[in-house]
């Protein structure tokens, strides 16, 4: 609606692999969560020490305190303002399964990096709502509840832009580089203020009865 103020919500799509568990990790003060996390990471040097770690408090979850990696200090700046907050333990998984039985018991392809990859951008792993990407799904309840929506995708449209075919959406290709300037200054002679004011008299508002003519 008119009135509601501008809202962008940012899909940053990293390529690389991420080890989420030495990204954010139980605090040394976790007690048993965080023992149970150093009996299976700090053998192979896989664990994140308090000497590593920045301090994150928490309400809520089982630990009032967690670990995150100390180059991630602006990404702790957010969080502490409110601004920036973690998903954690997520993953695709049709149900649960235990290392002894995944191979039987899911299709998902878990050890397969492009697949996971795909998923990331469905987030449907029941496939309830299939060809849709996840950011596709959130514009379609926006627009349903009369909200102006304005997708844009770099280098190309992103499957998690994909929104229901019911509803007809473009998407805005932006390219990597960055938008093209609109009037280069190698353009003309005319200095770009003077092209500014020729825009705005060709544009702007007229007075009733009143007529340009070109």
Request: some cysteine; overall charge negative.
């Amino acid at each position: 609606t008119s009135d509601e103020p501008y809202k962008a919500l940012v899909y940053v799509y990293l390529f690389g692999g991420l080890d989420s568990f030495y990204m954010l990790a139980p605090h040394s003060s976790c007690g048993s969560l965080h023992q149970e996390y150093m009996n299976v990471r700090q053998e192979d040097g896989a664990a994140l020490l308090n000497d590593r770690a920045l301090e994150l408090e928490a309400d809520g979850q089982p630990c009032a305190k967690f670990g995150l990696f100390d180059k991630l200090r602006r990404v702790k700046e957010m969080y502490d303002q409110g601004n920036a907050l973690f998903f954690a333990n997520m993953g695709h998984l049709e149900k649960p399964v235990t290392k002894e039985n995944w191979e039987s018991e899911t299709k998902s392809q878990l050890f397969s990096h492009f697949h996971m990859m795909e998923e990331l951008e469905y987030v449907d792993a029941f496939q309830k709502h299939a060809g849709t990407g996840v950011m596709g799904r959130m514009l379609d309840v926006l627009q349903k509840n009369n909200y102006t929506v304005g997708p844009s995708g770099i280098n190309g449209k992103p499957t998690m832009l994909s929104g229901s075919p019911e509803i007809a959406r473009s998407v805005d290709v932006i390219h990597w580089k960055g938008i093209d300037e609109f009037y280069p200054k190698t353009a003309s002679s005319l200095d770009k203020q003077t092209m500014k004011e020729h825009f705005i008299t060709l544009n702007g508002e007229t007075k009733k009865r009143e007529w340009n003519v070109w």
